[in-house]
Structures are given as C-alpha cells and as structure tokens.
C-alpha cells in the first residue's frame, strides 16, 4: 500500500507597508510608495511560485494623540490602482486587493474588480473588510453613518451584489439587466463588464467575530485569520470550516491562510538572535509606551519603558488612538498583559514585544519547512500570508532557501500547472447564476 500524499500549501505574499511589522530602520528597507518596491516583491511572490501577492489598505491616516501616526507619513496608495500596474509586469501571480465594504458602492467596485481581472487573464481577487468607525468615516460624504451592528450585514449584501453584476453578462458575452433591491443597496440598470476569466475574481474576507467566521463561511474563498499557537489555529481551523455545510459548502471551498511572520537564520540559534534583535527594532520605547497607551487609553509618557506595567485600569472609553482597530476588550488585553509581565518579570517594553508579535516562523531554513509542512498538515491551516519585515526584499530568502525545501518534501509546487488564482487554490470556477 502506498503512503498518502502530503497535503499541498498554498502561499502569499503581504506588502509589508505602512504597519508595525516593518524593520523601517534597517539600511535595507525602501519605499513603501514607489513602484519599484511593489514590482520587486510581486516579482519575488511569481518567481517562488506563490498564489497571490496581497495589498492592505488605509481610508485615513491613523492618529495617535492628535498627531499623524508616525508610520502613516509615507503614504498609502489605493490597491487597485497598484494591481493594475503589477498586472502588467507579472504572468501567473494572483493579485489581491483589500477594499473596504463601508465605503465603497457594489457597482462601482464591482466594475473595477472585474476590469482587474480581464487585464491580468483572471488573478484578481477581493479583500472584503468592514468598518463602523467615524473617524475614517469623515472622509466620506456619509461618514460614520453606519451601526457596528450592520457592518456585516451591508458587507453581505455588498458582495452578494457585486456578484449578481458579475452573473449579470452570459458566458458567451450577452448583458442582460440588473435588479437588485435590499436593505442597503438598490440597483437597476446594466453592468459595463463581460463575465471575466475566473467568473468572479476570488473572495478574501479578514476577521475572527462570530460574525466574521459565519461570513467567511457564507461568502469567502479565502479567510486571513492568526492565530498564535497550533493549537489556536486548529481550533480556528475546525470552527470555520465547520460552519460552512449550514450555507451548502464543502470544507475545500474556502481556504484558511493566517498571516504569518518568518526569520531566516543558517542555524535554529541564529535565527532566534536574529528574531529577537527584529523584535527591538520593531517595538522601540516610544512605540511600547504608544503601544500600551493605546490598550489603556491614557497618556503614559511619563513611564520607563523598561519599568513596569501601570497599575491603573484602562479607560475603556478613551480614544487616544484613531483610525485603529482596538483589540477586544481593554480591561481584558490589561489583565492578560499584566498576567504575562507578572509570570516572565517582563517590562513594560518586553510585555509589548512578546504580547503583540505575529506568529511566527523562525529557525533555518530545513526548520521553517518543518514548521510549516507540520501546521497543514495538522490541520491548523490550508496556506500562510507570509508577512516579510523588510520592503521590497524581505521574501527574497524565503523563495531562496524555503521554497526549494517545501518542493523536496512535496507539499509545495514546482510549477504553475494553470494560468488564474482560482486554479492556483483548486477553487472551481463559479456556476453561472443567471
């Protein structure tokens, strides 16, 4: 009897922009605006064989005590204008777009969805992200028009739309007319667009709610999570796609791919300096006392950063920080914080360094294999949205040393075997629903 064949991974490519995950000091690290970045990354992604190359996208720039967010100062460019642009110097390598639900309209996105995937023969995909926050709602002529509560439901009907527009032209090149009447959109008329190579470009959605999970597994092909631990990530892992035989799915139809840090090192010790070192040059003093007074909601320059956690509660309803997304509860995150600090006698410095990294995958390269060959096959995920610290050429040794070791053990492509995204994660296309 023949052994089973190893379970294939899929991978990704993130922009490493304007986040906290950037090494901006290092003599290495370029623009996060100019194209050629773009183009160096994107070309690295398709030269590792990676299904998709990933943008983030900010509405406003973030703020942190009424002043500009210091890593907001180079700009962040609109995705799919970029995409655009890559589609035109890459042949294979799916192109992934995040675009917000809240403040965009079905029609107007959908055209320009499906005019990214003509141009690039069928890589394009849609990163549907909610938001409810007036802040970057002021940039809008409905600015913080809309209720946390509805934030799913309009993004629901949103994608729901914009598929009905891409099933509004027959496969063989026929327009027929739209209608379309919910709660949060109304459209009538006739979509510009043909049906284009995928059918509809692929469907990535972002969030780890309940109402997140139960939207992924309605409408997603794609969901970004992480998740810190194996075991965090097998319990995510068997949640979702739990969910989706209620909306008629099967498991394979939507892939589960967190996002996922790595450091490279030519021993297992090396590459654990190496870690620790990136670590200080992410998380600096400043932004360990940014980063604690965004959880407290307190001005908290008067503490060492090397000192100890504050012993006063958080304020629950301050906002010291704007445009960003607070992670769950503030008197919760304190607790687990100062519950961390107490058990490693970690400072205030130290607490944020080991509370707010990514998961990660660090060791040598034949290490990095065996971590990540071990969470697939485990079931703790179907592929990584691997997040490089360094822009453009922080995946340049991944593809280098990793990939070649991920095709050894055959859980890995050594080819292209199709020419869309959809073909790359084995997603058929969709049936026509006209």
Avoid: C
């Amino acid at each position: 009897m023949t052994a089973a064949a190893p379970k294939r991974m899929h991978l990704a490519a993130h922009f490493p922009g304007v986040n906290n995950t950037t090494v901006w000091s290092d003599p290495r690290s370029r623009s996060q605006i100019e194209f050629s970045s773009f183009e160096h990354l994107a070309r690295t992604a398709e030269r590792g064989l990676f299904d998709f190359f990933f943008l983030a996208e900010g509405l406003r720039l973030r703020e942190h005590k009424g002043l500009i967010h210091d890593l907001d100062v180079v700009g962040r460019p609109e995705s799919l204008t970029v995409l655009s642009a890559l589609a035109a110097v890459t042949e294979r390598l799916g192109l992934a777009a995040t675009v917000n639900t809240t403040f965009n309209e079905p029609y107007e996105l959908a055209r320009r969805l499906a005019t990214l995937d003509h141009l690039s023969a069928g890589r394009a995909a849609w990163n549907a992200v909610t938001s409810s926050d007036a802040f970057t709602g002021e940039n809008f002529r409905r600015g913080g028009y809309l209720d946390r509560a509805d934030r799913y439901t309009r993004a629901a009907e949103f994608v729901a739309t914009a598929r009905e527009l891409w099933d509004s032209w027959t496969p063989d090149g026929a327009p027929r007319p739209v209608s379309h009447r919910g709660r949060h959109f109304t459209v009538e008329g006739e979509f510009t667009v043909p049906r284009s190579p995928q059918g509809h470009p692929v469907v990535i959605q972002a969030g780890d709610s309940p109402e997140g999970r139960d939207f992924a597994a309605s409408a997603a092909d794609i969901v970004f999570t992480r998740h810190g631990t194996l075991e965090a990530g097998r319990a995510f892992y068997a949640d979702v796609k739990g969910r989706l035989a209620a909306h008629g799915r099967e498991p394979d139809e939507l892939k589960v791919m967190p996002g996922v840090t790595f450091v490279l090192g030519d021993t297992d010790a090396e590459a654990q300096e190496h870690a620790a070192a990136i670590r200080l040059q992410q998380v600096s003093p400043q932004s360990a006392i940014a980063a604690l007074e965004q959880v407290w909601g307190r001005d908290l320059s008067g503490y060492d950063p090397d000192g100890p956690l504050p012993a006063t509660d958080p304020d629950p309803g301050a906002e010291l920080a704007r445009g960003r997304v607070r992670q769950g509860d503030p008197l919760a995150v304190a607790a687990r914080w100062r519950a961390l600090s107490r058990e490693k006698g970690l400072s205030i410095r130290q607490t944020v360094i080991e509370a707010t990294g990514r998961q990660s995958f660090i060791g040598s390269p034949a290490t990095v294999a065996a971590q990540l060959t071990e969470y697939v096959a485990a079931g703790a995920a179907d592929g990584f949205i691997l997040v490089p610290h360094l822009t453009p050429g922080g995946l340049d040794d991944f593809v280098d040393r990793v990939v070649p070791l991920l095709q050894e053990r055959g859980v890995f492509r050594r080819a292209y075997t199709g020419s869309t995204l959809r073909s790359h994660l084995g997603l058929a296309e969709p049936v026509w629903k006209g």
